[in-house]
Structure formats: C-alpha cells, structure tokens
C-alpha cells in the first residue's frame, strides 16, 4: 500500500469548533487508511469572506494517507455530515470545515476538488496553522513561509501553544 502526505485545513465557529476539530482528527486518525501526523495549534481567526459571524478556531493537520484525492475528501465531507455540518451558505457559520489543502506535490483539478486548494495561499488563517509543521513546504511556486509572510493575519492569534491539543481535549 502507498501511502501519500497530505495537508487539511479545519475550521468552525459553531457549537464546540475544537472538540469538533479534535473529533474529526482523531476520527481520521483512527482509520487504517488515514494517520494524523502532524497538527498546528489551535487558532482564533476573524471570520472570512462573510464578516458578520462569530470567530472561528482553525487549524491545520498533516495526514499520510493510502486514499486518493477524491477518496479523502469524500472521507472528510463524510466526517463532516456525521457532525452534523450543514452548508446554508458560502463562508457562512459552520460546526465543522474540512479542507483537502494539499496532496503530495500533485496538482489537479476536477469537477470537486482542486489540489493545491485554490484560495489556500491567500488565507492567513491557513497558512500560520500550516507553517507551525511545515513552512517550507512549496505550493505555487513558493514556500508556505514565504506565503505567509504577503499574508493578512490581522486579528489572528493562537488559541492553544499544544499541538497535542486534540488529544487532550476528548
């Protein structure tokens, strides 16, 4: 079995966000097919896109995976429905988010999934969580370091120093 590494982004402004994070990780921790590896802190972000909403917590996990681009993000749309995510609207409030980020070096693009995810660069809220395990990682050309560094992370600040965070909080 080949295994790849991926990266996820998760997010949510709903009831509980970290357990909620903290459910989905370990859920995807505890599959044969998926093992966490690594994970960011644990952030409180400004909302995005749609402004008049609660904060959000984010947070990014490193994966290494046997399933293939289309079969992990129906695995996360999948952990996301069990917790009850429903999606009224774009960037709206939401319990649970769970992005495909990153797959391998692959880059693809289907009627479902974009890899690199398309608005990822642009996101503070996604890369200061990504470059806690891996800002030298390259996506367009450039490191998530060097991303971050054009990035707005105004209002950005870490909720939790522990990036064992969502082992701790079940």
Not at 66 to 85: A, F, H, N, V
Not at 139 to 158: C, H, M
Request: proline share 5%; net charge negative; glycine share 8%.
């Amino acid at each position: 079995m080949i295994f790849t590494t991926a990266t996820l982004g998760l997010g949510g402004n709903i009831g509980d966000p970290a357990a909620s994070m903290a459910r989905a990780l370990a859920t995807l921790d505890a599959r044969t097919d998926c093992s966490v590896t690594a994970v960011s802190r644990l952030y409180r972000t400004p909302p995005w896109g749609k402004t008049d909403q609660a904060w959000f917590f984010n947070a990014c996990a490193q994966v290494e995976t046997s399933l293939l681009p289309d079969d992990l993000l129906d695995t996360c749309l999948s952990i996301e429905r069990e917790m009850k995510r429903e999606r009224l609207e774009r960037w709206g409030p939401r319990t649970i988010d769970i992005d495909v980020l990153t797959y391998g070096g692959r880059v693809l693009k289907t009627e479902k999934l974009e890899i690199p995810h398309p608005r990822m660069t642009v996101r503070g809220f996604v890369l200061m969580p990504l470059a806690d395990f891996a800002p030298q990682m390259t996506v367009g050309g450039k490191t998530v370091a060097e991303w971050l560094e054009d990035a707005d992370i105004s209002g950005i600040e870490a909720a939790s120093l522990d990036t064992n965070w969502w082992k701790n909080s079940g």
